[in-house]
């Protein structure tokens, strides 16, 4: 589970109590008589990979619930997302602070405070540092288990490891969609692993996308349900994507990146993570308005980190 609204690639926005789903008034009332929390639905926040809802306490404390079906592999799914993210808040990382979370009836929930902050709408120098900083706080601070990293990106490539990434979808797909899920599996399978073993914690969804901004100070880092042990290079990758798709960086801000992304990963474990991010907007894309800037800006992507 994530941390607060998190906002979609294409815009944000909220929706009042009476637009949500009859299961808010039911996870409540379970939260109230099973873990004595009396919360007040405030609102729904429409974007994101997953629900979230603004709920407040009887003191007027602002916070964020989101929840899941429960079940084991979802419980130690989210035990070892809690440990990471202890650890990233140890290194500095403005990661919401988690106020409670666990079982109630049939549903695994998560409290965590309402960071403040707006979504960044352009990219500057000064955030793109404190970007950089971010996922430089990430690397050392995994569990200890990425042995799987290399393999978990490769097989996903041709089958659903993950919910951000469904290449089934793609089945029986033709012309160009086709023609650039060619190009990209190909671009990975001609590369290989990282030379480090990497034990870094892996956002797997960062960007400007996910990030809260106050007055150009960095203030949280949102979504990290997705989060994993790997290499925080991918990280980089996936926010060269967002400045690449939805242009939001002021003058020199990608040349930077690219140089950062240079200097902190291996040319070839780049290529497969360009590829790997461009089939995972290329499965949510298929069959709808933004198929074709999709397939036109991932061709361009390859360009810049998968040849020579």
């Known amino acids: 589970m994530s941390e607060n609204g ?35 639905l405030a609102r729904r926040f429409e974007r994101g990979d997953e629900g979230a809802y603004e709920v407040v306490t009887p003191a007027g404390h602002a916070l964020v619930l989101k929840w899941i079906p429960w079940s084991e592999a979802a419980a130690t ?6 440990r990471r993210l202890e650890r990233l808040r140890g290194h500095g990382s403005p990661i919401p602070a988690q106020v409670a979370s666990g079982r ?32 430089a706080a990430q690397r050392g601070a995994g569990l200890g288990t990425p042995e799987d990293w ?17 290449p089934s979808v793609l089945h029986g797909c033709t012309g160009p969609v086709e023609q650039l899920l060619r190009r990209l599996r190909k671009a990975a399978l001609d590369v290989g692993p990282p030379r480090r073993v990497p034990d870094d ?21 949102l979504d990290w349900q997705s989060c994993r042990d790997g290499d925080a290079g991918y990280d980089l990758v996936t926010t060269d994507w967002d400045l690449a798709a ?63």
């Open 201 to 221: 914690v892996v956002h797997f969804d960062f960007g400007p996308a996910n990030v809260l901004a106050d007055r150009g100070r960095l203030t949280a880092i």
């Open 77 to 82: 799914a989210a035990a070892a997302t809690a």
């Open 246 to 308: 939805w242009p939001k960086a002021a003058p020199g801000v990608r040349e930077r990146l690219a140089q950062e992304i240079a200097r902190t990963c291996d040319k070839g474990a780049v290529a497969g993570y360009a590829a790997h991010t461009v089939l995972r907007n290329l499965t949510w894309s298929y069959g709808t308005e933004w198929e074709e800037h999709i397939v036109r800006t991932g061709h361009a992507f390859l360009d810049r980190w998968a040849t020579g």
């Open 6 to 40: 998190g906002e979609s690639r294409r815009g944000n926005g909220t929706e009042g109590p009476g637009a949500s789903s009859p299961e808010v008034a039911e996870v409540l009332s379970l939260l109230a008589r099973e873990r004595g929390l009396e919360l007040r």
């Open 150 to 166: 290399w393999e978990f990106l490769i097989d996903g490539l041709f089958r659903d490891r993950t919910p951000l990434c469904r």
């Open 104 to 135: 109630a009836g049939d549903v695994l929930f998560e409290l965590q405070e309402l960071a403040a902050g707006q979504p960044v709408q352009e990219v500057t120098e000064s955030v793109l540092e404190q970007l950089l900083a971010a996922v």
